[in-house]
């Protein structure tokens, strides 16, 4: 089996570091939407998709918020198989029916994590791991059906729904992507401070681990296409089989 083919539908508004820290974690053939931008794929024909964060709020009235939106239920609908993060963890969740708020406060820096540890997502990673986290905006009812998969004191942070996962912090960030974020969001100097002294060797090593997530769901995915080309096998041999 060749690379799979994965559809990045990056909201970051021309950020170099989301494209460098995406192509760094995807060990698969990427191919690239500036979603902000009005670009969407032509074709739904991926073995994925996984959709980047974004400054932006799902629920803020823009046409390209609108579009993106559109292709995803078709996707879904064709069982492509989704990975979110942050901003496309929240819309994931619009899109299946959930509701994403404004928390009233806004986690940022390293923070630590608990997962139900009966996901395929979080294989390999701690019950209790560390993750960097930026949001402002919460996953606060999940869609019908989904499972809630990793939660701290401020929100859910990781869903899932049949083929489609989400999760709240940033496993692809490393340390020049979150030194810049922190700079230049509206913080108190003490509280820039602060958030800026976490970021460290150490910590980033520790919250390596959460990385597991995009190999995990990658593994998921091939083993997905296993499952149906055995399935088509059988259904196959037994339409061709006589009395």
């Known amino acids: 089996m060749g690379q ?5 539908l990056n909201a970051a508004h021309e950020d170099a570091n989301t494209t460098r820290n995406f192509r760094r974690e995807l060990d698969a053939s990427l191919a690239e939407f500036d979603i902000t931008q ?15 964060g974004s400054r932006t709020s799902v629920y803020w009235d823009e046409e390209w918020i609108a579009a ?3 292709w995803v239920d078709e996707a879904v609908a064709r069982d492509v198989p ?10 994931l969740a619009d899109v299946l029916g959930g509701t994403v708020e404004d928390m009233g406060t806004y986690e ?3 923070s630590r994590v608990e997962h139900s540890g009966e996901s395929r997502l979080f294989d ?9 986290t ?6 606060s009812a999940l869609p019908g059906g989904a499972e809630p998969l990793a939660e701290n004191e401020y929100s859910n942070h990781g869903f899932r729904k049949d083929r489609v996962f989400g999760v709240q912090f940033h496993p692809e960030y490393d340390q020049k992507t979150a030194r810049e974020l922190v700079r230049r969001k509206e913080l108190s100097d003490e509280r820039r401070d602060s958030v800026l002294a976490e970021i ?4 980033y090593r520790n919250a390596g681990e959460a990385k597991l997530v995009f190999e995990n769901f990658l593994e998921y995915v091939v083993e997905l296409q296993s499952s149906e080309a055995t399935s088509s096998g059988a259904t196959s041999t037994r339409a061709g089989s006589s009395d």
């Open 38 to 52: 009005g670009e969407l794929p032509e074709t739904y024909a991926f073995d994925g998709a996984v959709v980047t």
């Open 134 to 139: 930026s949001h402002a905006d919460e996953v």
């Open 4 to 8: 799979l083919r994965i559809a990045v």
């Open 200 to 203: 460290t060797d150490e910590n």
């Open 68 to 70: 993106t939106k559109e």
């Open 82 to 91: 989704f990975l979110g993060v942050c901003w496309g963890h929240q819309l």
């Open 108 to 110: 940022v820096g390293y």
């Open 124 to 132: 390999g990673i701690s019950s209790e791991f560390t993750v960097f």
